[in-house]
């Protein structure tokens, strides 16, 4: 990759890559345990970064100097009942890779299905390029054709006495050199494993691209919906209802939802309950902030942007005829301190002054700005832009 | 991919994918012809991308409906002395990949030598996952040792009489079901390939995931020079010379030049030349924008904004103190008239108000802080935050 990090630890979105495959694996309500083998000179990091983020079910392991090696560690911890152990030895194991952050609950069920009917079972995908085998002058020696073969991803499921016993009986070369458990099932097991074609998502991060890929893939997660808060009365309520009609219509594939502020707000703490990170609070009362703040202590009290930052984006109206907008931008300048003092909590705020002429169709359009700036914003999440205050 | 366009045609930074291939090719200057197979109902699409981008020496042909008839129909073309055909045979042919975008003359250079002396070449590289052979019933027949197999990249480059022989020698069903260029001079003219180490850059646009990276990796291409204008006599300079220290200890990895306006503007001329895309141009004087303006004018004087978006990002100071900052805003705003302006020709401008108080200690921060919305508007380049004034 490049870079001195190792891969499992790079941030995205501020959170290391390993967090985000813990996460997919602890929301498989199914999944018993969790076993991480780490290397001795990560142990603290990674102990820091389960308690950042909270994760449950994890146990650490001291990683062996190969990939066969570490797995084998896993495997032993899982087996040993140790006194003040709280793990104890499953009937199915389930072996993944850290960098490999979108594995989904139906390929994980798939795998374990198919290992208990196999005794063993593992992702796979088509070949993306030819295979080929070199002769030892670096020279073709021949190809290998396309549609026989298949790229053995991760997960992988195994009856846990399967694949500790192949760990067990195997060589100390298979533990240097080899690279693929499903192998070692069958050479030393008989087992022959069930081949289950997953999705593209299963890829490894292996290269830099692929960091840059899994980010935006992360970003676009996160930004399939937007919710409009408003607090006014209903006969007030006109101008975020015209917004929130923009968004519909220029965004295509994000949910726009609103929501009032006020009674309680049931329907609100849902939504956060549901974790949608992104929120546009439209201010229509006296006092610039009030809504905005209102909005905002709710998602402090939440744990939302506890793993994905949270953009909130609150948006001014105002004619620009008959006030001009730097009378106004003094006041909304404040939204720099506002921003600075939620960002601790991951709460990424801006500031959007959307100009509301008296003319029908330029109102459409600076409403149209407005929807254009707010989709940059949660699509891009720049922490760069924390505080400022836009303009449409 | 999951999207209807055909990935070619995918765009980034909204230019197709292939026109950056097309850009790798042509920069290489002993590449002599380009031929792409293009399907019959994509001709007019590619026509008017060769017309936009200035595309020199392709030449078009009609695809074939797989990949071996397509690379024998460009093969075709260039072996036939047609009348009115500027194509003539060439003794070495490349083949590539148009969602291969970012293949280096480095790489090019190694499999035409290798050609030359082998009669065929070809770029390899590592397997990422372990390939396996299924057997018929969806199980593990066997896996291939990593070690001894590579996976076939593009480019690959013959001697053309080899390639032409091979793929008139060929059937049917290789032409139908085979993907590998060089199994054919292997097979039918017994040429032995020479395989070439190349670099992960040459990795092929596949899946979603794919286009992200080629997005994240060029926008950093383009990320790495940053040039500081200004148009002040010595002694008022110190400003601007300020900034640029900040940009300098603020973004690591990359180059900051500074280049004065006035004097004819030789040394601006070439680091326009030298295509750098991203400009922070310090306003002093007493028109707002007239150093902006005369930046502009020499950008969309030059092709520079051809290829790549350009940022333009004009600096105004102001002590905060001194000048409420809603005062200066009030013409600062104009910068959204000129944005829109210059946006036709693909040059973005954005404003940036930054703090300058006496306090030197403040100053250095809202300098760090103009830094870093300097840092991210360039590397992220959002086109949603065109036109907007952002504060420091």
């Known amino acids: 990759m490049g870079v001195p990090t190792p891969k499992q630890f790079c941030p995205i979105l501020g959170r290391p890559l390993i967090s985000y495959t813990l996460q997919a694996l602890e929301r498989v309500c199914w999944i018993k345990d969790i076993v991480v083998a780490v290397t001795g000179e990560n142990m603290e990091v990674m102990k820091s970064i389960i308690q950042k983020y909270q994760h449950k079910r994890v146990s650490l ?29 499953p009937e199915i194991v389930i072996i993944h890779d850290a960098v490999r952050p979108f594995v989904e609950e139906d390929i994980l069920l798939k795998v374990v299905t198919a290992a208990k009917e196999h005794g063993a079972a593992g992702a796979i995908r088509p070949l993306v390029s030819t295979v080929i085998s070199p002769s030892t002058d670096g020279c073709l020696d021949h190809s290998l054709e396309r549609a026989r073969h298949r790229a053995s991803e991760m997960p992988q499921a195994f009856l846990f006495d399967v694949i500790y016993e192949a760990y067990q009986q195997c060589s100390d070369y298979d533990l240097e050199f080899g ?11 008989g ?19 692929d960091l840059y890929a899994a980010e935006s893939i992360i970003k676009e997660r996160i930004s399939q919906e937007i919710c409009v808060v408003t607090d006014t009365e209903e006969d007030n309520k006109h101008v975020s209802h015209l917004l929130e009609e923009v968004l519909k219509s220029e965004l ?38 009030q809504e905005t703040q209102k909005l905002l202590s709710m998602l402090e009290e939440s744990n939302l942007s506890f793993l994905y930052p949270v953009v909130v984006i609150s948006v001014h109206f105002l004619d620009f005829k008959l006030v001009p907008p730097s009378q106004k931008m003094e ?39 407005g929807a254009i700036v707010i989709a940059s914003l949660i699509k891009e999440r720049n922490s760069g832009l924390i505080g400022q205050l836009l303009i449409a």
Chains 1, 2 share one sequence.
């Open 331 to 369: 006041n909304l300048m404040l939204i720099r301190e506002f921003a600075k003092e939620v960002k601790k909590r991951n709460i990424w705020l801006c500031g959007l002054l959307i100009s509301y002429p008296q003319d029908e169709q330029k109102r459409q359009e600076s409403l149209r700005q």
């Open 179 to 189: 690279t693929e458990c499903l192998q070692l099932a069958l050479k030393y097991c």
């Open 191 to 209: 087992t022959k494993a069930k081949l289950v074609e997953g999705s593209p998502d299963l890829w490894k991060v292996t290269y830099k691209r």
């Open 252 to 289: 295509n594939h994000v949910k726009v939802t609103s929501e009032a502020l006020c009674h309680a707000s049931r329907d609100l703490q849902q939504i956060i309950l549901d974790q949608c990170y992104n929120f546009v609070c439209v201010n229509v009362m006296t006092s610039d902030f």
């Open 61 to 89: 392991v001291e990683a062996g100097v190969t990939r066969h090696r570490s797995i084998f560690s896993g495997l032993k911890a899982l087996a040993e009942d140790q006194l003040n152990c709280k793990l104890s030895k």
